[in-house]
Each structure stands twice: as C-alpha cells, then as structure tokens.
C-alpha cells in the first residue's frame, strides 16, 4: 500500500509500506480522505511539531476517514464497507487524568502521525489503517466522507469553545482564522455567542472565517479597529501578539482559551494585565469524547465545506504540503487516498 512518509524536514515521500490486517479486537480501515494539519506542515518544514522531534520515518496524518475494510477477531457493531471517522488518540484509561474525566491529557496517549514517543505513532495518510475498534466511529446516515475528513479540527475547535464556559448570547474574539480558527467560529455560533469577531493577517483567511458565521472581521496588523473589550477570547493563531491581542481585548474578569500551539520555548505574555484584570487563562489541548458529539453536529447543524480549499491524490502528497502551506490561498487542504471518492462532488 502506498503511505505519506516524513523523514525530516523537507524529506516527505509518498512510500510503499507492507498492507496491515487486524488482530482481535482491531479494525481495519481504508481511508478515504486525510486532511493536512499544522502540525503536519510543522513536522514537513522543521522535522517537529513542537517540542516533538522526528527521529525515525513518519507516516504522517491524524484527520482521517474512511470504510471498514475488516474486522479482527470479536469486533462486533461494525459491517465491512461501513464509513468511519478515526479518533487519533489511544488512551491508557487507567491514569488519574483518564479516570478523572479529562482522558486528552493521559500523559500515555498516542495519538496518529506524532513523534511525541519513539518509536513513533505512526499515521493515517495511508491506503489502510489499523487501529482498536473502539477509535472506529461510525458516521451518521447520509453523511459523506469529505464532510467528515473535517471532523478531527472540528473536534479541536469545539473543545476549546466548551472550554470558555457557557458563551450564550456573549461576544467572542477569535484570533487566528485558519481552519480550527474558522471552526471556533462555527462552534462558537452554535453555542449560541452573541456577535462573534475574527482576526487575521490575511483577507483569504478572513473570508473562511465570514462563511463560517462572523459577524465582524479584523485585521491582526490594525488593531485600532478593534473593538474596546469582548467578553471571551479564542487564540487560534499560535502566536504571541494573538495571545496578548486577547489579553488586551478581552474585559476584566473575562475568559481567554489559548488552542493554537505556541511556538518551542518562552513566549512573552501580558503578565500585569493578566493578573489586574483578573483574567482566566485557559488552555485546550485536543479532545476525547466529544469527537462522536462533533460528528453529529457536522452532520446536522454545521457544514464545513467552505472550508476545503484544495485536494490532491495521495501520489502528489509532497504538492498538497506545498499548497497547505500558502495560507494567503489555502485553507483545508485534503488528500484523496485510495478509491472511495464518489461523494467528492
């Protein structure tokens, strides 16, 4: 089978790799669709996402669907030919965070394409995965795959508006509007928020954000614009002037989520606004259970098409990289991987 494989930075390759069968209590699934994410484009560019550095070739990926290609032994409430979005993380179930109700921060999780652990956890922009049948979540009826290849930053984005409390009917700043930004938006529009404002350096990606439902558009470099305070804060740009743009903006008292990833080391913050506004820093790491919850919200209430930009086959990985990475024309980039693409129109 063919795989998307990273060896370093600039070093991917589209590889053949030995095809995978299930062992008991695994499924086997043939992916249909895999979308390219920062921390892919992270591992492409700088060989790390991070603070996690590659060190043996990486099959990349970790938003992924597809159908039930087979089932090992004792796997029952799936059918072969049965479409499925992967949930990326493998838990321990056994550790106090796990246990606690917050399993996204098991410091034994493995999640799909990251070399957070050596050996690597090896991804899914691959003709076939394996993994436990638990992590195989059955789409809802008359969903199509392309439309659930955005379930995984969905998911990301819905996690971080869950972690800014209850937002009815409040104004909401989201900084940063690639695709978990743009999500944040749809998720915060769902919630309930009142006039929601979205920022960024570019007006390609300030469109996504419009066509996901903000009401007020901001351009990061004209912050004279802004508005005096908001009542909650989303920092989805992974940076450090988005950060202290949400401590500045957001009023006293108010919330800030920070789910973009930071650049490694130090990042220098408003720390005398933090503490004389009283202000509640949050961070968002990933998700865990609301990944069935996000599906049946992409299903029903949200359509995130607007946001795919482009598609590549699996053979022209190396180009799909090249374009996801051009955010003044890009924003979902999605491989075509195996044959499943009738629902692509």
């Not at 909401?172 to 960024?200: E, F, N």
């Not at 508005?227 to 401590?247: F, H, R, Y």
């Amino acid at each position: 089978m063919l795989a998307c494989v990273i060896e370093g930075a600039g070093q991917l390759r589209v590889a053949e790799l030995p095809k995978p069968e299930p062992r008991p209590g695994e499924v086997a699934v043939d992916i249909a669709y895999g979308g390219i994410c920062g921390s892919d484009l992270h591992y492409f560019h700088d060989g790390a996402a991070g603070e996690f550095v590659i060190r043996e070739p990486l099959v990349a990926g970790h938003e992924v669907v597809g159908r039930v290609g087979a089932l090992g032994v004792g796997v029952t409430g799936l059918e072969p030919g049965q479409p499925v979005a992967v949930h990326p993380a493998q838990v321990c179930g056994e550790c106090a965070e796990c246990t606690g109700g917050r399993p996204q921060l098991c410091p034994s999780s493995r999640y799909l394409g990251s070399a957070a652990h050596f050996p690597h956890v090896q991804g899914g922009f691959t003709e076939r995965l394996v993994v436990s049948a638990d992590r195989a979540v059955p789409l809802p009826a008359g969903m199509t795959l392309r439309r659930a290849a955005l379930a995984e930053p969905f998911t990301v984005a819905h996690h971080a508006v869950k972690r800014a409390g209850d937002i009815a009917g409040k104004s909401v700043l989201v900084t940063g509007a690639g695709p978990i930004g743009s999500l944040a938006v749809a998720a915060a529009r769902q919630a309930g928020a009142g006039t929601i404002y979205a920022s960024d350096l570019t007006d390609f990606a300030l469109a996504q954000a419009k066509s996901m439902g903000a009401d007020v558009l901001l351009r990061a470099d004209q912050e004279d614009s802004w508005p005096e305070q908001v009542d909650v804060a989303i920092e989805a740009s992974g940076s450090g002037p988005g950060l202290n743009s949400c401590i500045r903006t957001v009023r006293r008292a108010g919330r800030v989520v920070q789910v973009g990833i930071l650049p490694p080391g130090m990042t220098a913050i408003l720390g005398n606004a933090l503490v004389n506004k009283e202000l509640q820093l949050h961070g968002s790491w990933r998700f865990h259970t609301e990944f069935a919850e996000a599906i049946e919200l992409l299903a029903d209430e949200i359509d995130p098409e607007p946001l795919i930009s482009h598609e590549f086959p699996l053979r022209e990985a190396l180009q799909a990289f090249r374009t996801a990475a051009d955010r003044t024309a890009a924003s979902k980039v999605l491989l075509r991987i195996g044959d499943d693409h009738e629902q692509a129109e």
